[in-house]
Nanobody
Framework: VQLQASGGGLVQAGDSLRLSCAAS????????MGWFRQSPGKEREFVAA????????YITDSVKGRFTISRDNAKKTSYLQMNSLKPEDTAVYYC?????????????????????WGQGTQVTVSS
């Protein structure tokens, strides 16, 4: 399985970006998709996750109300819509999937439950 993340860039505070993560290769039914981010000198942190149908999402508190996660199963793609961006959102954003889906949903905030990771896409928000 390979994941290709895209959509990052340099924006100003208050702007929006939509990140995409496309999966290719063999995927098991029911896999979940997640997004993480990592800033220089910091640990990778959970941002959002979505269940297999797209009907259930899990958003970290620091971005709740500004970021949403969705997926298009026909395209094997996850999206992270980021609105009202702030300078503290600056980071490399990584997508990941748990494939096969073994973790309980509440554990999807842990990076250890994911099996495959994308290469990361840089998001820089200027003030």
């Amino acid at each position: 399985v390979q994941l290709q993340a895209s959509g990052g860039g340099l924006v100003q505070a208050g702007d929006s970006l939509r990140l995409s993560c496309a999966a290719s290769g063999r995927t098991f039914s029911g896999y979940r998709m997640g997004w993480f981010r990592q800033s220089p000198g910091k640990e990778r942190e959970f941002v959002a996750a979505v269940n297999s149908s797209g009907g259930r999402t899990y958003i970290t508190d620091s971005v709740k109300g500004r970021f949403t996660i969705s997926r298009d199963n026909a395209k094997k793609t996850s999206y992270l819509q980021m609105n009202s961006l702030k300078p503290e959102d600056t980071a490399v954003y990584y997508c990941a999937i748990d494939n096969p889906p073994l973790a309980i949903f509440s554990n999807l905030r842990s990076n250890t439950v994911y099996d495959y990771w994308g290469q990361g896409t840089q998001v820089t928000v200027s003030s």
